[in-house]
């Protein structure tokens, strides 16, 4: 320690065995603390600043660490916030290029021509390392914070928390598809997940899009078109089907939902939303739109997903859906983008339970794939094909809720409700009566709320 103090700032210039110790004094310090070697041998003025920066940096790392030990909610909520992730862009912008003056600085007040001749390139060497290693860190760290605030403005709405109906939050999950052989968009994928917004018990109603003779609550616009329920004495579309009201609404009537796109929806999407309340008897307060040619590119930045198949599923050759190119054969298969999504959508000699089943595991298969170590290297791929798959009204404000509740879910049972001839639902012919009483039961097994409408 007898190097700390004049003999750091005033060496005894001609003994290299002493300002080799002094170089690797100064080093070492930049490592550990940056602004030190300034302070001791070089401008006050820029080490002291470099100081200060330093603890700042470390006095916000140890409150972070500590928000996201204790209180996980209120952190994820915090960065969920894409002006809080620019901040900490331009932050760690910062701190790079001050690590980059820093360091060079440090090798300015080593004198490396004054060293032992062994010891210049490892002294020399050694600081660029680290910088480019520190550096990097930061410019990638920058680079995702970036990525995410821009994928958090695409995808979240802002707003207030929205409180829960009856204790829970019930969610709306689509997959759309938009075919070359449909008029518009249509949902293939229609799920309501109910979430008791305590304990995290869910409840997944998967309904087939079918379905027909839908009710309407009274407080629906698409009520006044149908008051006996949407198909029942037909409808402005060629299939009077559930996953038909969002093509209707959304290409023949869209004046039904006027302020549907300033809330972050649209027409189509409420219409949606009307027609799954009316079903099921529950309110929804959010959905989530899974775009598919989207969910192709989100399972090619994954490297593909691992399924087991057990039945043959045809590839299409054409737009009619009957010519088959070839097969996802039987077996554990590992499929990319294109097969993911074939997969998923294929009707070619399949029902619509059935692709509803394939649809489920393929969910599972992708939540499989999502670890830590994939979402560190490959989170830009990902994130760019997050961007344009998925649509919602959930505000950024409450992402920290949901994942907190995310994560209590994963230590419950989930309980799925297909509407399924397994459960007794014939699509062709429903008891609306029979479905509410059987969704109610699962989501309220010791209560059942009055419907909404």
Not at 319 to 333: C, L, M, N, R
Not at 337 to 347: D, I, K, M, Q, V
Request: proline share 6%; with cysteine; hydrophobic share 45%.
């Amino acid at each position: 320690m007898s190097f700390i103090g004049p003999t750091i700032r005033d060496p005894d210039v001609t003994s290299r065995s002493a300002m080799t110790r002094r170089a690797w004094w100064l080093v070492t310090l930049n490592v550990l603390i940056p602004g030190a070697p300034q302070v001791l041998a070089g401008s006050r003025g820029l080490g002291r600043f470099g100081l200060r920066c330093t603890l700042m940096l470390w006095m916000v790392a140890i409150a972070t660490l500590a928000v996201f030990i204790w209180q996980r909610s209120m952190f994820i909520s915090i960065v969920a916030n894409a002006w809080v992730l620019w901040a900490v862009t331009a932050t760690l912008a910062f701190y790079a290029v001050l690590w980059l003056i820093l360091t060079f600085d440090t090798l300015r007040l080593v004198r490396i021509v004054r060293i032992a001749p062994k010891a210049r390139v490892w002294v020399a060497t050694v600081p660029v390392l680290v910088l480019v290693a520190l550096s990097g860190t930061v410019v990638y760290a920058a680079s995702v914070t970036s990525t995410a605030s821009g994928v958090l403005d695409k995808v979240f709405v802002a707003g207030p928390s929205v409180p829960p109906d009856n204790g829970r939050y019930n969610i709306l999950l689509m997959g759309g598809d938009a075919g070359p052989d449909r008029q518009g968009m249509r949902p293939d994928s229609i799920t309501l997940v109910s979430v008791d917004a305590a304990t995290g018990s869910a409840v997944t109603v998967g309904m087939p899009r079918e379905l027909t003779n839908i009710p309407l609550n009274d407080s629906s616009p698409l009520k006044k078109l149908y008051p006996d329920g949407y198909g029942t004495h037909g409808c402005n579309v060629d299939a009077c089907l559930l996953n038909s009201i969002y093509t209707e609404v959304q290409l023949k009537s869209p004046e039904l939902y006027p302020d549907a796109t300033e809330n972050g929806s649209s027409p189509g999407i409420e219409g949606m939303r009307d027609a799954v309340e009316g079903i099921t008897g529950l309110k929804i307060q959010f959905y989530l739109l899974v775009d598919m040619a989207a969910f192709s590119q989100l399972v090619d930045a994954l490297d593909g997903v691992t399924v087991s198949v057990t039945e043959a599923v045809p590839i299409h050759a054409d737009d009619s859906f009957t010519t088959v190119a070839e097969w996802i054969k039987v077996g554990t298969q590992k499929l990319d983008g294109y097969h993911a999504l074939w997969y998923a959508r294929s009707r070619h000699g399949s029902s619509d339970y059935a692709r509803m089943q394939r649809q489920r595991q393929l969910e599972q298969a992708m939540l499989a794939e999502f670890t830590p170590l994939t979402l560190l290297t490959k989170y830009q791929a990902i994130a760019a094909a997050s961007a344009d798959l998925v649509k919602t009204d959930i505000p950024q404000s409450m992402l920290g809720f949901f994942v907190d509740l995310a994560g209590k879910a994963k230590t419950q049972k989930l309980t799925d409700i297909p509407l399924t001839p397994d459960n007794n639902v014939d699509a062709e012919e429903p008891d609306y009566g029979y479905i509410r009483t059987l969704v109610r039961t699962a989501v309220y097994p010791t209560a059942s709320p009055t419907p909404v409408g």
